[in-house]
């Protein structure tokens, strides 16, 4: 492998990643903190706790942005038929498209990543913090990452506000506590970035969107010609079929049964 290999933005950006998780939590052990307060009374089990959930948070966000999203198969000729997952149970009122990019014929709710030089399935967004797509593989492991970060975000903003101590000099406080509370500033953003993004994402989950189609529904041919959202089927429908992939069913399927249902409709 070339040097300059390990100089791509996917490995910069993951390893900038876990040298400030691990830098943060360094930090927070350091300093007069509740996590020391424990330590010394000879509790271990909440620093433990703390330190298997960063862990848990970090392996959990290198399995997200290393993992394969939901690529469409390339089809190695042009001319040979699409593969049976492309035609499979496609209804011929749903024109497949063609991707110009990598000429691949598209699923319903597919898009292609200029970023990944690659088609997604239900695509949702390219997340730059993890340099990969988030797509129909990797969206639930995706959520609950965030989760599970917020829960450690939150635990350890509360930490370093417990080693904070403002009845001070200026100068001592400064070199005691000046590191501690630019952590806690970083970590009070990153807490509202990733409360913003958690209950976004489950907004979309519960409704059976993507961040894609929310944000350009009118540009996407198949949502330009429905009043509502065809692959809704309600909230408890909509998180089993996200989560535990249970009803089974093509997109293709969905959007049939929703065109069924609103011509009954209408007929009636």
Known sequence: ??????????????????????????????????????????????????LLLVLGSLLLYLTVSLMDPGYVNVLPQPQEEAKEEQTAMVPQAIPLRRCG???????????HCRECRRCVRR?????????????????PLFVAYLALQLVVLLWALYLAWSGLRFFQPWGLWL???????????????????????????????????????????????????????????????????FFCGWPPGSWETLWAEDEEEEGSSQAV
């Not at 990019?101 to 898009?111: D, G, I, K, N, T």
């Not at 695509?123 to 990797?138: F, L, Q, T």
């Open 175 to 241: 070199r005691s506590s000046g590191l501690l509370f630019a952590t806690f500033l970083l970590l009070s953003l990153f807490s509202l970035v990733a409360g913003l993004l958690l209950a976004s994402h489950l907004y979309l989950v519960a409704s059976n969107t993507t961040t894609w189609e929310f944000i350009s529904s009118h540009r996407i041919a198949y949502l330009r010609q429905r009043p509502g959202n065809p692959f809704d089927r309600g909230l408890t429908r909509n998180l089993a079929h």
């Open 101 to 111: 990019y990598c000429m691949v014929l598209q699923p319903l709710r597919a898009r």
């Open 1 to 50: 492998m070339a040097p300059w290999a390990l100089f791509t933005p996917g490995v910069l950006v993951r390893t900038g990643h876990t040298v400030l998780t691990w830098g943060i939590t360094l930090v927070l052990f350091l300093h007069d903190t509740a996590l020391r307060q424990w330590e010394e009374q000879g509790d271990l089990l909440l620093p433990l706790t703390f």
């Open 123 to 139: 695509y949702d967004h390219h997340c730059p913090w993890m340099e990969n797509c988030v797509g129909e593989r990797n969206h």
